[in-house]
T-cell receptor, first 109, second 115 residues
Framework: AQRVTQPEKLLSVFKGAPVELKCNYS??????LFWYVQYSRQRLQLLLR??SRESIKGFTADLNKGETSFHLKKPFAQEEDSAMYYC???????????FGKGTRLSVIA | GAGVSQTPSNKVTEKGKYVELRCDPI?????LYWYRQSLGQGPEFLIY????????DSGLPNDRFFAVRPEGSVSTLKIQRTERGDSAVYLC?????????????FGNGTRLTVT
C-alpha cells in the first residue's frame, strides 16, 4: 500500500528565511506526487505537482526517486505562506490520492 | 464558476442516528471523491465515483457507511447508526477525470459531530 510521511507537524520560520517542508513516500511503482495547501478559512487546494515541474508562489518541489522524497522548498518565506501543507501521492491507474498528515507552516514576522 | 458545494456545513447528531451529507460537484466533473479528516490528520480516502458507479469503495470503514451518485452529479454520503468515532470533517472533491492531470477541487467540508 502507498504511504506518505510528513515528519513535521509544525514548522516555524522567520519571514525571509528559507523553507523546506519534508515529504517521504512509500510506493513500489512510479508515483505522481502533489502538494496541496489549505490557508486559514479556505478550502484545500492544489499547490503544485511534480509532473509540471513548475514554481507556484515561489515554491518548488523535486521528486527524488532514490530517496523517495518530494520536499517542498521556498527560498524566502512570506507571512502569507502560513498554512497547512499536505503532500499527496497517486499510484498508477484509477487510484485515489493518498495524503500525508500535513505540516503547519507558520511564518513569523 | 461555482466550486464544489457541500451541505450542511455543520451537523450535530446523537449517537445511533442516521445522517446524510451532500456534495454538489463542479459541473462536468465526472470523478467525485469522499474523504474524511479527523483532527490532526490528513484527508483519509473513503470512496471514489467515476460517473454513477463507485470505482473504488475500499476506504469505507464499515457497512454503516454508504454513498450514492445516482445521476452522475450530486453525491450523498450516508452514515447509519452513527458513533462518536465518526466525528470528523467529511470532504468531497471532484475532478474532470480520474487521472493525475486532473487536480482535485475540494469543497469546504461538512463537520460532523456525534454526541
Amino acid at each position: 500500500a502507498q504511504r506518505v510521511t510528513q515528519p513535521e507537524k509544525l514548522l516555524s520560520v522567520f519571514k525571509g528565511a528559507p523553507v523546506e517542508l519534508k515529504c517521504n513516500y512509500s510506493y513500489s511503482g512510479s508515483p505522481e506526487l502533489f502538494w496541496y495547501v489549505q490557508y486559514s478559512r479556505q478550502r484545500l487546494q492544489l499547490l503544485l505537482r511534480h509532473i509540471s515541474r513548475e514554481s507556484i508562489k515561489g515554491f518548488t518541489a523535486d521528486l527524488n526517486k532514490g530517496e523517495t522524497s518530494f520536499h517542498l522548498k521556498k527560498p524566502f518565506a512570506q507571512e502569507e505562506d502560513s498554512a497547512m501543507y499536505y503532500c499527496a501521492l497517486k499510484a498508477i491507474g484509477n487510484t485515489p490520492l493518498v495524503f500525508g498528515k500535513g505540516t503547519r507552516l507558520s511564518v513569523i514576522a | 464558476g461555482a466550486g464544489v458545494s457541500q451541505t450542511p456545513s455543520n451537523k450535530v447528531t446523537e449517537k445511533g442516528k442516521y445522517v446524510e451529507l451532500r456534495c454538489d460537484p463542479i459541473s462536468g466533473h465526472t470523478a467525485l471523491y469522499w474523504y474524511r479528516q479527523s483532527l490532526g490528520q490528513g484527508p483519509e480516502f473513503l470512496i471514489y465515483f467515476q460517473g454513477t458507479g463507485a470505482a473504488d469503495d475500499s476506504g469505507l470503514p464499515n457497512d454503516r457507511f454508504f454513498a450514492v451518485r445516482p445521476e452522475g452529479s450530486v453525491s450523498t454520503l450516508k452514515i447509519q447508526r452513527t458513533e462518536r468515532g465518526d466525528s470528523a470533517v467529511y470532504l468531497c472533491a471532484s475532478s474532470l477525470g480520474p487521472g493525475g492531470d486532473s487536480p482535485l477541487h475540494f469543497g469546504n467540508g461538512t463537520r460532523l459531530t456525534v454526541t
